[in-house]
């Protein structure tokens, strides 16, 4: 007959399982976030230019998020998807190409953006969308904003090219 004092012991296996358990709890509880929970930074604003003088069929080179990333802000001649301004006509983009990250360049006369490497084509009017070429994806679009007259990037929507991330 076994007395109870042995049916409460806890035998070494046990103890160890509890231990282990219980560090692991800790650990998980101490360990440092991961780069999503830990993304706590905003992307810059930056001025780009007046409202005022960006007329239809205006392009203008600028870098955004950083002096490492060159975009391209057009004015184009009527609304386009995710335009700002009065007309809805003003967009902006990365202006590196997503196959190889060669600079594209604004062909007015055919209103695309063209890579010289390998004549990937994007369609600004339609969110930077690839129409023809090698590129795995369209352009990464800035995010714009009006603020007091002026055209601001605020933002970018997409993965620029060569970045595993667009945090700066």
Known sequence: MKNSKSQSRVNRRQVLSIGAASGIAAGLGSQTPSPAQA?????????????????????????????????VLLAMSGPVEDGIGPDQNIVAFSALCT?????????????VLVCPCHWSSFDPAKKG????????????????????????????????????????
């Open 129 to 168: 969308r690839m129409i023809i070429g090698q590129a795995s994806s369209g352009l990464p679009q800035i995010t714009l904003a009006v603020d007091a007259g002026k055209v601001k990037a605020t933002g970018v929507s997409g993965l620029i090219y060569g970045r595993q991330t667009n945090v700066i």
């Open 99 to 111: 196959h190889k990250g060669c600079n594209v360049v604004w062909h007015e006369d055919q209103k």
């Open 39 to 71: 993304q706590t930074k905003s992307m810059p604003t930056l001025e780009i230019a007046s409202l005022a003088d960006l007329k239809p069929g205006t392009e203008l080179d600028f870098n955004y998020p950083d002096d490492d990333s060159p975009a």
